[in-house]
């Protein structure tokens, strides 16, 4: 079946715009992750969604950066204002109920200029 | 807080050379243990995984073991191969905490004919 897809794959942006980063996760899954991987921070936890509970934001760097997953699938990554600090690959993963193993998207490399 | 620390590479190694990437943790509780390998140009795919201590995770010729004693998750491969040649990501998973994983930084390894 279909894995984990992101979109845009790569993005390319000015710094003070904003972006929006997609993740539509396995059917069927219930628990949604973003993660961050840049260099000199490794990979980093950003946010997990699982069901209908609130989110884990714990992770989130800056008010700057927000996250929602609607009806339970699709999850969209906000950024407002992008700073070069920002400048990442971002990924999302996505685990099934009851399961340990989480399965990872491409990624989307965000460049910010 | 959970963490992981991984040796640094990048490792440089023969084909056919035995290989090992060590690997320790920190948490609380009894933790899920995980190796991730990430290809050129590729997401995150598991490679192997350990739920309780004394477990053996093994996969394409690949193997871990879970050492509470010792607090580590050493990766050895008996003969690596230049398709091997990627970065390995140790992690664990705190199912007392939360449910992201905490990350090592990774290890490149290169592998040469």
């Known amino acids: 079946g279909a894995g984990v897809s992101q979109s845009p794959s790569n993005k390319v942006t000015e710094k003070g715009k904003d972006v929006e980063l997609r993740c539509d996760p396995i059917?069927?899954?219930?628990?949604l992750y973003w993660y961050r991987q840049s260099l000199g921070q490794g990979l980093e936890f950003l946010i997990y969604?699982?069901?209908?509970?609130?989110?884990?934001k714990s992770g989130l760097p800056s008010d700057r950066f927000s996250a929602e997953r609607t009806g339970g699938s699709v999850s969209t990554l906000t950024i407002q204002r992008t700073q070069q600090e920002d400048s990442a690959v971002y990924l999302c993963?996505?685990?099934?109920?009851?399961?340990?193993?989480?399965?990872f998207g491409p990624g989307t490399r965000l460049t910010v200029t | 807080g959970d963490s992981v620390t991984q040796m640094e590479g990048p490792v440089t190694l023969s084909e056919e050379a035995f290989l090992t990437i060590n690997c320790t943790y920190t948490?609380?509780?009894?933790?899920?243990l995980f190796w991730y390998v990430q290809y050129p140009g590729e997401g995150l795919q598991l490679l192997l995984k350990?739920?309780?201590?004394?477990d053996k995770g093994s996969n394409k010729g690949f193997e871990a073991t879970y050492r509470k004693e010792t607090t580590s998750f050493h990766l050895e491969k008996g003969s690596v191969q230049v398709s091997d040649s990627a970065v390995y990501f140790c992690?664990?998973?705190?199912?007392?905490?939360?449910?992201?994983?905490?990350f090592g930084t990774g290890t490149r390894l290169q592998v040469t004919l």
């Open positions: 993963a996505s685990r099934p109920a009851g399961g340990y193993e989480q399965y």
């Open positions: 059917s069927g899954h219930t628990a």
């Open positions: 969604f699982q069901g209908n509970s609130a989110p884990d």
């Open positions: 948490a609380t509780g009894y933790p899920s």
């Open positions: 350990a739920t309780k201590a004394d």
């Open positions: 992690a664990l998973l705190n199912t007392g905490t939360a449910s992201k994983l905490t």
